[in-house]
């Protein structure tokens, strides 16, 4: 078995110098996936000297197969459906806007518990650093790509802690640029590869993205 990683901060600060190309651009944004992506991001965005965000995303999953994903909503009011899965599956308009409903309840108490009153940062035009902590199937990945296309970034770049070898070379067609620490043959599960894996809460995710603010404003006022 390859070497573990510590925990998510030793995450973000390994994949962080892996993109120090990145670091000081006026275009450059890290967003994090909640909840566990987000304190990898954290430790990327302080290194890159880039502001942090959120992007959410929840997964539409087929009403009597919740696992199977129909489609996903994402920060920014994007729905991206998997017209596949809803011709096999025969799923109607109206059941698709029920699942589409409840699922947008979930995001948008996500947005503000995150968030509060602060918009999302706006990435049209961005490069932009989409970080989770690790990958499993990549289907909430794949959505959250999908979904980010659809706001006009110029460049997207994913950064991952580790994930399957087989999802990782499926990833580098879709995104512009993959950076993964640990990408083993065999897999399991996400947790296997890190010594401390405690779930992350939305107070913690809440306190990162104050923390980056504070420390992006503080970096912009000593420059000027």
């Known amino acids: 078995m390859e070497k573990r990683l510590k925990d998510r901060a030793e995450a973000g600060r390994l994949l962080a110098e892996k993109l120090t190309a990145y670091a000081n651009r006026e275009d450059v944004i890290v967003l994090g996936l909640p909840r566990g992506g987000v304190p990898v991001a954290f430790e990327i965005a302080k290194r890159l000297n880039a502001p ?4 959410i995303v929840r997964k539409l999953g087929v009403p009597w197969q919740e696992e199977l994903a129909m489609g996903a909503i994402a920060t920014g009011g994007v729905c991206v459906l998997n017209d596949e899965v809803v011709k096999a599956y025969r799923i109607s308009d109206d059941e698709i806007a029920s ?5 947008k309840k979930e995001l948008e108490r996500r947005e503000s518990a995150y968030r509060a009153d602060r918009p999302a940062l706006d990435v049209r035009g961005r490069t932009v650093v989409l970080v989770d902590n690790g990958i499993a199937t990549g289907t909430t990945m794949r959505a959250a790509l999908a979904a980010l296309r659809k706001l006009q970034p110029a460049r997207i770049v994913v950064a991952v802690a580790v994930a399957p070898q087989s999802t990782y070379e499926e990833l ?9 620490l640990l990408a083993p043959e065999t897999f399991y599960a996400i947790s296997m590869w890190y010594e401390r894996f405690a779930q992350t809460t939305d107070e913690e995710v809440r306190d990162l993205l104050a923390r980056a603010l504070q420390q992006k404003t503080a970096s912009a006022s000593t420059r000027t």
């Open 172 to 180: 580098k067609a879709e995104a512009d640029e993959v950076i993964c």
């Open 52 to 55: 942090l965000d959120v992007f």
């Open 99 to 103: 699942v589409e409903v409840k699922e």
